[in-house]
């Protein structure tokens, strides 16, 4: 038997000079994502968030300090959703240890919303980090029809 053919299947293989690429054929045909995903990918939005820093923070350690970090989740309202592939989304920064002031520098978080923006908020939940578990420290949510949008 003759080895295999090395390099992408003959559908991905550059056409040589004055050559037309191969069709593919029915086993390269197949997709990645079903239709009804790539209809809502098509009208969907990306929603960049950006964490900078917390304020007077509660002391959630024995030594009077808190190891903070913020929990951010993009929440359907109760009309709508915000799920990509049938999954709420969330993201989580850094944690600063020992501050009741942290700051987050370059923490930038980005989620892609398949559902109109009017009903989805973003949870941010702050919390301290210990060796099991964590404390509530904190939390804010806002609706994305109350943020100063840029669409396009």
């Given at each position: 038997d003759p080895?295999?053919?090395r390099?992408p299947?003959p559908?991905?293989r550059r056409?040589r000079?004055g050559?037309?690429?191969s069709?593919?054929?029915?086993?390269?045909?197949?997709r990645l994502l079903?239709?009804?995903v790539?209809?809502k990918?098509?009208?969907s939005?990306?929603?960049?968030?950006?964490v900078k820093?917390?304020?007077?923070?509660?002391?959630?350690?024995?030594l009077?300090k808190?190891?903070p970090?913020v929990?951010?989740?993009?929440r359907?309202?109760?009309?709508?959703?915000?799920e990509l592939?049938g999954?709420?989304?969330?993201?989580?920064?850094?944690?600063?240890?020992n501050?009741l002031?942290?700051?987050w520098?370059n923490e930038l978080?980005h989620?892609?919303?398949?559902?109109p923006l009017?009903?989805t908020?973003?949870?941010?939940?702050c919390?301290?980090?210990?060796?099991?578990?964590?404390?509530?420290?904190?939390?804010a949510?806002?609706?994305?029809?109350?943020?100063h949008?840029?669409?396009?």
């Amino acid at each position: 038997d003759p080895p295999p053919p090395r390099g992408p299947p003959p559908s991905r293989r550059r056409a040589r000079m004055g050559q037309q690429p191969s069709q593919p054929s029915d086993a390269d045909s197949g997709r990645l994502l079903p239709a009804h995903v790539l209809d809502k990918l098509a009208t969907s939005h990306v929603v960049l968030v950006a964490v900078k820093y917390g304020r007077r923070l509660p002391e959630a350690d024995l030594l009077g300090k808190s190891d903070p970090f913020v929990v951010l989740t993009l929440r359907p309202d109760a009309a709508g959703g915000a799920e990509l592939l049938g999954r709420p989304q969330e993201a989580r920064t850094t944690t600063k240890p020992n501050t009741l002031e942290p700051e987050w520098t370059n923490e930038l978080f980005h989620f892609v919303v398949t559902t109109p923006l009017e009903s989805t908020r973003v949870v941010l939940n702050c919390r301290d980090r210990d060796l099991i578990g964590s404390d509530d420290l904190g939390h804010a949510q806002l609706r994305l029809e109350q943020l100063h949008l840029r669409i396009g």
